[in-house]
């Protein structure tokens, strides 16, 4: 299944899912701060603003309907323009269900980040609904300058349910170079998910990463974060908490807990 | 690419794509004397006329446990598997490398596929360090590579190997020299990914017999087990690779396991331990 | 085909087994040492470092079942500055280190020679193994197998390769034979009817200046193998 890169005319219901882009781009206001001149969603894809603090706009996704289902096709942007800065937010956890056909959806990112801009990513967790199939796909592209606060929470199934199938991909690439490429593939038809080298049974996964040219200088130290966590330098300048944790809040807790080691 | 769908014979377990066949190709081809093939099927991708044709049983060699390239230092994540109780028997131990195989072991395999079809070794080496954010992970592979490299420039001498020697002195990682190594060796691309695929398991194995006493009849069985696992990933790491040489290193699958990673910055810590990873 | 590089195979690979390294300097005399757990192979080093150092530039390769013990017992023993001080990590079979799958081994001993400089000696003791455990020729020039009387006094007619090949064959503890009930002059015999010419010393390392037969002899191979290669 292909994913429209630009943003389709309106949320189109095919026969077999939903297709629906959002789109928000952050350009400095002149003012000091930075203002949002697009901010537009559809069909599942609802974005608020909220209220700026000091430089950084905040947007906000409200899921306005159920999605992914299967067969859906989704992409969100976000660019943020040189001296920019955004912050972004769910109000809810995405809940990937199963669609009518088995037909998996897609959900694809991609972000971009200019020079001296500065993007924290902050969304609440994907949740992976018994039977769904869920392919999500993200691109970072990092100017050299840029800052990064990425976290990604997976849950796999809901309370006392067996978890969907979920396959996610996230590259970020910085100054056009690759810095992290990642894929995690749980449930049904990825083999040994559950098995002591992926997960050992733990029911969500999740990591932050911070880019920041600061690093170069002064790179993160490898710090053991308890049993099942652990905040690592990537090779560039950047750091990478990879946590496994029983369920959601311990997962926050683990990520909370990193952020505050770096100061972000 | 022609793929069969066959139904694995392994109870429990769903279809499993078979990669494609070059054994088959190879078989049906008549034995020549002296080393140089003419009659070589085609290849599926290029830059094959810049290397030397070779013998596959430099594959055996290649891949043979004691290939003195410094790997029977290295349990794969089985040691700390084994002090958390992850790893406790043999079947414990087969899910281990069933997880291990899919994930870095993929990963791993496609990079030495992609190192085997000729793409730039040192493009590859940043796109394994973007594919591994393990420091102590980063850190054993250039040791293994560096390794790695001694054995291979002394089986099988290449200007290809004596290239990336000179540029990463301090080693590549170890997947990149290997499919290199193997490039050298004239093997394929899939001959590559074979390779590094059975080190992805044989590893942990082998480290698990000595860490548990686990019966050393049940972990070569557990590793017979994972055989139409390593048909999987061998050949969807020579696709990826075919599609690479197109595409570029981007096209390389990335599958990563989270526990693999964090209990590898876990284990570096350990004051005492047998395994250097 | 590049596989006809038969001019410089194998140095290719073990390059840094010719005296004379890339840049034209002479590299290090390799020793080994080898033998089974609780011979006295770390003592040994350690009295060889203390004997010699003030005379020779001394590096340190060990090869440990876990990691790091014999390094850091060097380390505390102040023998060597710690940059001089390298351990092997070994996957439980220190034999497979020195004799099979030299490979870290060989690096372990170029870092050392790249990092702190020109080195006389590089001493490279393997963990405590079997009869059996001696060093590749590719890794060392020389091997000292150390055996203690404890041990029983039958070990050096029982034989194996390291007590029968190797090029000094230490026999520690010689202080403790009339405790365990030990003949030394009829060890002496049989390591003789094993080895022929090949010198054995019986020592206590511990006793003051119990090194002095071992580091002797490291002096001779040292100015031997010198002179050789300066003429070469």
Not at chain 1, 78 to 91: E, I, K, N, P, S
Not at chain 1, 131 to 160: H, K
Not at chain 1, 226 to 252: F, I, K, Y
Not at chain 2, 142 to 156: E, S
Request: charged share 20%.
């Amino acid at each position: 299944m292909t994913v429209p890169t630009a943003p389709p005319p309106a949320a189109l219901a095919t026969g077999f899912g939903v297709r629906a882009a959002a789109r928000v781009v952050a350009v400095p206001d002149g003012r000091g701060s930075t203002g949002l001149p697009v901010l537009e969603g559809e069909g599942p894809f609802a974005l608020r603003r909220l209220r700026s603090a000091g430089r950084e706009a905040r947007a906000c996704l409200v899921g306005a309907m159920s999605a992914p289902l299967g067969g859906d096709a989704l992409a969100l942007s976000a660019t943020v323009a040189d001296g920019a800065a955004l912050r972004f937010t769910t109000t809810a956890a995405t809940i990937a269900l199963p669609g009518r056909t088995g037909a998996p959806a897609a959900y694809d990112t991609r972000l971009d980040v200019g020079e001296d801009a500065v993007l924290r990513w902050l969304p609440e967790p994907l949740i992976s609904a018994g039977g769904s199939d869920l392919r999500m796909t993200t691109r970072i592209d990092l100017a050299p300058s840029a800052r990064l606060v990425y976290r990604e929470e997976q849950v796999l199934g809901r309370a006392g349910e067996d978890t969907g199938r979920l396959v996610t991909r996230l590259t970020v690439r910085r100054a056009g170079r690759p810095l992290f490429d990642q894929e995690l593939a749980y449930g049904p038809g990825a083999p040994g998910w559950a098995g002591g080298a992926v997960l050992g049974g733990y029911g969500a996964v999740g990591q932050l990463i911070v880019v920041d040219p600061a690093f170069e200088e002064r790179p993160v130290e490898r710090t053991l974060l308890g049993e099942t966590a652990v905040l690592t330098p990537l090779a560039g300048p950047a750091a990478l908490v990879t946590a496994v944790a029983p369920d959601a809040l311990c997962l926050r807790r683990h990520l909370d807990a990193a952020a505050n080691l770096m100061d972000w | 690419m022609a793929i069969h769908h066959v139904t694995a014979p392994v109870a429990g377990a769903a279809a499993r794509t078979r990669p494609p066949e070059p054994f088959k190709e190879r078989a049906a081809r008549p034995p020549e004397p002296g080393p140089v093939r003419s009659g070589r099927p085609p290849e599926p991708f290029g830059n094959r006329a810049a290397r030397p044709a070779g013998s596959r049983a430099a594959l055996l060699v290649l891949a043979d446990g004691r290939f003195p390239a410094g790997g029977h230092a290295h349990s794969g994540g089985a040691e700390p598997a084994v002090k958390t109780g992850r790893v406790r028997d043999a079947a414990t131990l087969e899910e281990f490398c069933r997880g291990r195989l899919h994930t870095a072991g993929l990963t791993a395999a496609a990079l030495a596929a992609a190192a085997a079809a000729g793409l730039d070794p040192l493009v590859l080496d940043e796109a394994a360090d973007a594919r591994t954010p393990a420091p102590a992970l980063r850190a054993a592979a250039r040791r293994l590579g560096r390794q790695m490299m001694r054995a291979a420039r002394a089986a099988w001498p290449s200007p290809e190997l004596d290239a990336l020697a000179a540029a990463r002195p301090r080693g590549a990682h170890q997947p990149v020299v290997l499919g290199l190594a193997a490039r050298a060796a004239g093997l394929a691309p899939l001959d590559a990914a074979y390779a590094s695929a059975y080190e992805a398991v044989s590893g942990p194995a082998t480290a698990t017999v000595r860490l548990l006493s686990l019966d050393p009849f049940d972990a070569t069985a557990v590793l017979a087990h994972l055989a139409v696992d390593l048909d999987q990933v061998a050949g969807t790491a020579a696709e990826a690779a075919a599609r690479a040489v197109r595409e570029g290193a981007e096209a390389l699958p990335a599958p990563s396991a989270p526990l693999l990673d964090i209990t590898a910055e876990q284990h570096a810590t350990w004051p005492v331990r047998l395994f250097a990873s | 085909m590049h596989l006809d590089h038969g001019n410089d195979f194998p140095e290719r690979h073990t390059h840094s087994a010719e005296a004379i390294r890339p840049d034209g300097t002479r590299r290090a005399l390799r020793i080994g040492l080898g033998g089974p757990v609780g011979t006295g192979k770390t003592a040994t080093v350690a009295a060889l470092c203390r004997a010699l150092r003030d005379e020779l530039s001394i590096a340190v390769v060990t090869n440990d079942i876990y990691t790091r013990e014999d390094a850091e017992f060097l380390l505390r023993e102040a023998v060597l500055p710690p940059e001089r001080i390298s351990a092997v990590e070994t996957g439980a079979c220190p034999h497979t280190a020195i004799r099979d799958d030299i490979s870290a081994n060989l690096e372990a001993v170029e870092d050392l020679e790249d990092q702190v400089g020109p080195l006389d000696l590089v001493l490279v003791e393997s963990g405590g193994d079997n009869l059996t455990a001696t060093f590749s020729r590719g890794l060392v020039d020389f091997q000292i197998f150390v055996i203690d009387v404890s041990g029983g006094d039958d070990i050096p007619r029982k034989g194996g390769p390291g007590v029968t090949t190797a090029d000094l064959l230490v026999v520690n503890k010689t202080d403790l034979a009339p405790y365990v009930g030990v003949d030394l002059e009829g060890m002496a015999r049989d390591a003789k009817a094993q080895r022929g010419d090949l010198p054995v010393a019986f020592t206590s390392i511990k006793a003051e200046g119990g090194v002095r037969p071992v580091s002797d002899w490291v002096r001779e191979r040292l100015a031997a193998w010198t002179a050789e290669n300066a003429a070469a």
